[in-house]
Nanobody
Framework: QVQLVESGGGLVQAGGSLRLSCAAS????????MGWFRQAPGKEREFVEG????????VYADSVKGRFIISRDNAKNTVYLQMNSLKSEDTAVYYC????????????????WGQGTQVTVSS
């Protein structure tokens, strides 16, 4: 079992930066792939970026390429999402997710989810 708690969301102006954190409980955190998803009002939840268990591989959506960076610290049971050059279209609730296995983009294949943190980018 893995429990996830996100933090770091807030209001930021376009062009600014935020860093989201996701703290995980459970002794097997380092065995899980971790991912970030987001969901804007009226839209489906979409994949943002993911990282494998040993942080040797990342997968990202084209919409965040060159702007968002995912990282993890297995000693701290924490995964991060550094978001730079934020745009108004990045406004959404951001969710942390975990799964045993590789990073995949389909939200339905992730077994564990946090409660979400709101990110609002003003233009």
């Amino acid at each position: 079992q893995v429990q996830l708690v996100e933090s770091g969301g807030g209001l930021v102006q376009a062009g600014g930066s935020l860093r989201l954190s996701c703290a995980a409980s459970g002794r097997t955190f380092s065995s899980y792939a971790m991912g970030w998803f987001r969901q804007a009002p009226g839209k489906e939840r979409e994949f943002v970026e993911g990282i494998n268990w040993k942080a040797s591989s990342t997968v990202y959506a084209d919409s965040v390429k060159g702007r968002f960076i995912i990282s993890r610290d297995n000693a701290k049971n924490t995964v991060y999402l550094q978001m730079n050059s934020l745009k108004s279209e990045d406004t959404a609730v951001y969710y942390c997710a975990a799964r045993f296995g590789t990073v995949v983009v389909q939200a339905t294949l992730w077994g564990y989810w946090g409660q979400g943190t709101q990110v609002t980018v003003s233009s």
